[in-house]
């Protein structure tokens, strides 16, 4: 399973730390993913980073903003998120991928595992 965690209210140009811990399986071996789903939009996706945390990828949205990491040793993957806008307004979901080839980072249906999600609210 996997629970993220750190969202809250915060005011445009501020930051947050959100993380996704996961139980219940070791993904020290699995790339991992950040969505968001803002409301009445669909999914999109933000960011990811491959199991051993020596590749990362960005929307261009936030590219220079957030930042993607793992601990491994904690089963835990962060995203930080800086200089927030009104527009990141969404809930943000972590995913893990299970390594199968070719890793097509920024689709959904690539994920094997998803977390609850995190509601991160940006006031203008």
């Known amino acids: 399973q996997l629970q993220a965690s750190g969202g809250g209210v915060v005011q445009a140009g501020g930051s947050l730390r959100l993380s996704c811990a996961a139980s219940g399986r070791t993904f020290s071996s699995y790339n991992m993913g950040w969505f968001r789903q803002a409301p009445g939009k669909e999914r999109e996706f933000v960011a990811a980073i491959t199991w051993s945390g020596g590749r990362t990828y960005y929307s261009d949205s936030v590219k220079g903003r957030f930042t993607i990491s793992r601990d491994n040793a904690k089963n835990t993957v962060y995203l930080q998120i800086n200089s927030l806008k009104p527009e990141d307004t969404a809930v943000y979901y972590c995913?893990?991928?299970?390594?199968?080839?070719?890793?097509?980072?920024?689709?959904?249906?690539?994920?094997?595992?998803w977390g609850q999600g995190t509601l991160v609210t940006v006031s203008s």
């Open positions: 995913a893990a991928d299970r390594p199968n080839g070719s890793y097509y980072y920024a689709h959904s249906y690539e994920y094997d595992y």
